[in-house]
C-alpha cells in the first residue's frame, strides 16, 4: 500500500483541483470493493478504492492546508485510517467521498493541533497564481461576501507583495477558525472547501441541517467581526 501513495504523488494538478472523472465512481463498484476489503481483506480492492477517491481527497486537503506536500502526506493518512475503518462506514447516512473528505478534515485538525502543518489555505474561487485578476474569497458561500485583492488585468503581474498579504490574511483565517472546536472547523472546511451543501454535511454529522446552519454561520459571524476592518480595507484598496 505504502508503494501506491507514493507512486500517486503528481497525480493532482498543479491548481489543487482532482483530474478524477465521478462518473467512473459509482455506487455498485463502491459497494463491491468494500465487501472485499471489510469481509476478505483483499489488497486489490484496498488499491482500487484508493484510486477512485486519493486525487479528490487530496485536492481538498491541499485546498485547506496550501501547501501540497502537507496535503500528500495528510491524504495518505486519511487513506490509511478510511481502509483500517471501514466497517464502520454508514452509506446512509454519507457517500463515501464526504466519509473520505470528514476523515480528512480530522486528520488536518489534529496536525494542526499538534504543530505539525502551517496551514494557509488556498482561496476558495481560485489559486494564487501570481496573475493581475481579481481575487475572489468566498468565506461563507455568499458572492456578496468576499475578500478581494484587485488586480490591473489578466495580462498584468500582481505585486508580490499583495500575494503574500493574501496568504497571511487567509492563514490568520484559518487560524482563528483552529480556536472553535472540531465540529464547527469540520463543517467550515466540508462546505468552503469541498463546496458540500448543508444537509449532505448534516447527515452525515447525524445532526440536523438547522443545527450545523447554525454552527456555521456563528463561526462565518465571528469571522466578520473579527476581521471587519481589514477587509473592508482591501475593498477600498481595489476600488
Not at 465512481?25 to 469481509?39: C, D, H, Q
Not at 501540497?68 to 454519507?94: C, F, N, V, W
Not at 492563514?171 to 468552503?192: C, K, N, P, W
Not at 441541517?209 to 454561520?217: C, D
Request: with cysteine; glycine share 6%.
Amino acid at each position: 500500500m505504502m508503494g501506491w501513495f507514493t507512486a500517486r504523488r503528481g497525480r493532482t494538478r498543479g491548481d489543487g483541483t482532482s483530474a478524477a472523472t465521478p462518473s467512473a465512481k459509482n455506487a455498485a463498484t463502491e459497494r463491491r470493493l468494500i465487501r472485499a476489503i471489510v469481509r476478505h481483506g483483499s489488497r486489490t480492492a484496498a488499491d482500487q478504492l484508493v484510486r477512485m477517491y486519493f486525487d479528490d481527497v487530496l485536492a481538498f486537503v491541499w485546498r485547506v492546508t496550501g501547501d501540497r506536500e502537507h496535503a500528500l502526506d495528510l491524504t495518505q493518512e486519511t487513506m490509511i485510517a478510511a481502509l483500517r475503518s471501514l466497517s464502520g462506514y454508514d452509506p446512509d447516512k454519507a457517500s463515501l467521498r464526504t466519509w473520505l473528505y470528514a476523515i480528512a478534515s480530522h486528520k488536518v485538525i489534529d496536525a494542526r493541533r499538534a504543530n505539525r502543518v502551517t496551514v494557509t489555505p488556498l482561496p476558495m474561487d481560485e489559486t494564487l497564481d501570481g496573475t493581475g485578476s481579481a481575487r475572489k474569497t468566498h468565506i461563507d458561500g455568499n458572492p456578496s461576501e468576499v475578500i478581494t485583492v484587485a488586480g490591473d488585468g489578466p495580462n498584468r503581474t500582481r505585486d508580490p507583495a499583495d500575494i503574500q498579504a493574501d496568504a497571511d490574511l487567509l492563514a490568520r483565517i484559518d487560524a482563528f477558525v483552529g480556536r472553535f472546536d472540531a465540529g464547527t472547523q469540520e463543517i467550515f472546511h466540508l462546505h468552503t472547501a469541498a463546496g458540500l451543501p448543508f444537509p449532505q454535511i448534516a447527515a452525515a454529522r447525524g445532526e440536523r441541517t438547522e443545527a450545523v446552519k447554525a454552527r456555521y454561520y456563528r463561526l462565518i459571524q465571528a469571522i466578520r467581526k473579527e476581521f471587519a476592518d481589514e477587509r473592508t480595507n482591501r475593498s477600498c484598496q481595489s476600488n
